[in-house]
């Protein structure tokens, strides 16, 4: 399973290559979700990319908290976004005669993009605070294509009838990790 952030970060900020290399492969996808949202182009989006990963190999040092890190990832890329909007001091080109022309207001689906990496990131991080037992569990339940209840059982070495109340024990803990903490049900599509 992947490492915590409470033993990466450190670990990069120490100078590990394959620390640094894990955080950047694991965080790389939200920050091309954020690039997305913002609706930059290739060129632009890559140079937000590397100005994010220069500015996290400034700052690693004064990251008091790890956990913190998928925020300040997030923060800094919008931020980043932002500034290169403003000084590119960018316009969303449309045609007036089109039915989408300039009052017409569409579907943001780059936000629902985001929304989506962040959710799933989050849920990355919340499985690496589980223990090693509960996480295989429920990674199992969500395998695709499915494994049967048999299969679970043999693979984990549990009888077939405590793996629903394993199951429900696992989600339980997993609402409660630190990553899913404070966030409504509406933004982790639970209760």
């Not at 690496?128 to 037992?133: D, H, I, R, S, V």
């Amino acid at each position: 399973m992947t490492d915590p952030l409470s033993m990466l970060v450190p670990a990069a900020r120490d100078g590990d290559q394959h620390a640094w290399d894990t955080i950047v492969d694991r965080f790389l996808p939200l920050v091309d979700a954020i690039v997305r949202g913002h609706r930059l182009s290739e060129a632009d989006g890559d140079d937000v990319s590397q100005t994010v990963w220069l500015r996290l190999v400034e700052h690693l040092g004064d990251l008091r908290e790890p956990a913190a890190l998928p925020g300040w990832i997030r923060t800094t890329t919008r931020n980043e976004c932002l500034r290169l909007l403003a000084a590119r001091g960018r316009v969303r080109p449309v045609d007036p005669q089109e039915p989408t022309g300039l009052d017409a207001v569409s579907e943001d689906v780059a936000a629902a993009d985001l929304l989506a990496a962040e959710r799933r990131q989050l849920l990355r991080e919340a499985l690496t605070e589980l223990p090693e037992a509960r996480r295989e569990l429920l990674l199992l339940l969500l395998a695709d294509p499915p494994v049967g209840y048999e299969e679970i059982s043999r693979r984990l070495k549990i009888p077939i009838g405590s793996i629903g109340p394993t199951r429900a024990r696992a989600l339980d803990q997993l609402r409660r990790t630190r990553a899913l903490r404070g966030l409504g049900p509406d933004r982790v599509g639970g209760r």
